[in-house]
C-alpha cells in the first residue's frame, strides 16, 4: 500500500529556515499536501502541489517536489516561533479524501 | 462560523464501555471523515460518508462503527471500547467538487480506554 515517511521531529532557531521533508511511495499520486497542525487543534491545510509541477511559492512557504525520486520538501523562511507545529505530508490520487495517506508527522520546534 | 465541531473533546472510558462521538459540520459538505491520530503514525482513516446516509470502511475500521443520518452529522460509536483504541479522533469534512479542495478538521476528542 501507499506509504508517507517524514523524520519526526525538527529544531531550528528563529530566523533561520526550516526544510521538512517527505518521501513517498505512490507513482500514481496526483495531488501532494502540507498540513500543519497546532497544539491541541485539528489539521489545517497549508498548502498543495500537484504532482505536474516542481515548485511552488507562497509568501515564506516554498514547495519542491522530485517526482522521479518520489521527495517532497516544504520549507519555511524566517522561520517564527508561530511556526512551532506538527507538519504532515499527505497524498492522494485524486481530489477525492478516500485515498489519502498522511505521513507521520514533523514536529517543528522554533528555538527563539 | 462554527466549521466541523466535535464532541465531547474529553472522553475516559472503562474497558467495554460504550461511546458515541459526534461530528457536526455547517458547510454543507457532503463528504464526511473519521480519523485516529496516534504517535509516530499519523492520520489513519477509521471510516467516511460521501453522502447522507452512505458510510464505507476506511484503514482501520474494525471496532468502531458508523453512522451518517444527517448530512451535517457523522457519528462514530465504540460498542464495547478496548485499551488500543486509546487515542486523539479527527473528524474532517470536504466538499469534493473539483481538483482538490480543502478538508475542513475538528479540533479533536482525546479518548482514554483504562
Known amino acids: 500500500g501507499e506509504d508517507v515517511e517524514q523524520s519526526l521531529f525538527l529544531s531550528v532557531r528563529e530566523g533561520d529556515s526550516s526544510v521538512i521533508n517527505c518521501t513517498y511511495t505512490?507513482?500514481?499520486?496526483?495531488?501532494l499536501y502540507w498540513y500543519k497542525q497546532e497544539p491541541g487543534a485539528g489539521l489545517q491545510l497549508l498548502t498543495y502541489?500537484?504532482?505536474?509541477?516542481d515548485m511552488k511559492q507562497d509568501q515564506r512557504l516554498t514547495v519542491l517536489l522530485n517526482k522521479k525520486d518520489k521527495h517532497l520538501s516544504l520549507r519555511i523562511a524566517d522561520t517564527q516561533t508561530g511556526d512551532s507545529a506538527i507538519y504532515f505530508c499527505?497524498?492522494?490520487?485524486?481530489?477525492?479524501?478516500?485515498?489519502?495517506?498522511f505521513g507521520t508527522g514533523t514536529k517543528l520546534q522554533v528555538i527563539p | 462560523n462554527a466549521g466541523v465541531t466535535q464532541t465531547p473533546k474529553f472522553r475516559v472510558l472503562k474497558t467495554g464501555q460504550s461511546m458515541t462521538l459526534l461530528c457536526a459540520q455547517d458547510?454543507?459538505?457532503?463528504?464526511m471523515y473519521w480519523y485516529r491520530q496516534d504517535p509516530g503514525m499519523g492520520l489513519r482513516l477509521i471510516h467516511y460518508?460521501?453522502?447522507?446516509?452512505?458510510?464505507a470502511k476506511g484503514e482501520v475500521p474494525d471496532g468502531y462503527n458508523v453512522s451518517r443520518l444527517k448530512k451535517q452529522n457523522f457519528l462514530l460509536g465504540l460498542e464495547s471500547a478496548a485499551p488500543s483504541q486509546t487515542s486523539v479522533y479527527f473528524c474532517?469534512?470536504?466538499?469534493?467538487?473539483?481538483?482538490?479542495?480543502?478538508?475542513?478538521f475538528g479540533q479533536g476528542t482525546r479518548l482514554t480506554v483504562v
Open positions: 474532517a469534512s470536504r466538499d469534493p467538487g473539483q481538483g482538490v479542495s480543502e478538508a475542513f
Open positions: 505512490d507513482s500514481s499520486s496526483t495531488y
Open positions: 502541489i500537484f504532482s505536474n509541477m
Open positions: 499527505a497524498e492522494s490520487e485524486g481530489g477525492g479524501y478516500q485515498k489519502v495517506t
Open positions: 458547510m454543507n459538505h457532503e463528504y
Open positions: 460518508s460521501v453522502g447522507e446516509g452512505t458510510t
